[in-house]
């Protein structure tokens, strides 16, 4: 009863007032006590977007991936982090790592350029083959083979 009186009045400072820092401190209470309630971590995520609060965006992005049971969605909030991870908090491991968790769950052709642009600014390229072949194994029968020149990826 206390989470929904919280969330009530979150929205109501929210929407009606105009008041995001406030509605922010309210969901954070709740997420002191339920860390997984998706609906204050959606309402978070909004806010924080809208907020200019990339760490805490990411760290909420983080968080509804975990819970998230649907490759689509999942796969949405790892593009989102890897570009907040490799723009605004300038942290291009994590970014290198949410894309390749995103190339895992969706190998289709195109993906890997941005894996490999990452991996080279890095000197990850021997983390690469691992992904290439869990990802290869994911495609379709039939479908075309990855074509990549690792070019001094591998020096």
Not at 121 to 139: E, M
């Amino acid at each position: 009863e206390r989470r929904w009186a919280n969330h009530t009045l979150a929205r109501i400072e929210d929407v009606e007032l105009g008041n995001a820092e406030s509605a922010i401190k309210r969901y954070e209470a709740i997420l002191e006590t339920q860390p997984l309630d998706r609906d204050t971590l959606e309402s978070l995520e909004r806010l924080y977007a809208r907020t200019s609060r990339p760490a805490d965006y990411a760290r909420t992005l983080e968080a509804l991936r975990t819970l998230s049971q649907d490759e689509r969605e999942k796969l949405r909030f790892l593009d989102i982090l890897a570009r907040t991870y490799a723009g605004e908090l300038h942290l291009p491991d994590l970014a290198f790592e949410s894309q390749r968790q995103a190339f895992l769950l969706d190998p289709r052709p195109g993906r890997e350029q941005d894996l490999l642009r990452l991996a080279e600014q890095l000197g990850r390229g021997v983390d690469l083959g691992d992904a290439f072949s869990k990802a290869a194994a994911r495609l379709p029968q039939g479908s075309e083979p990855f074509r990549i020149d690792l070019g001094d990826l591998t020096s």
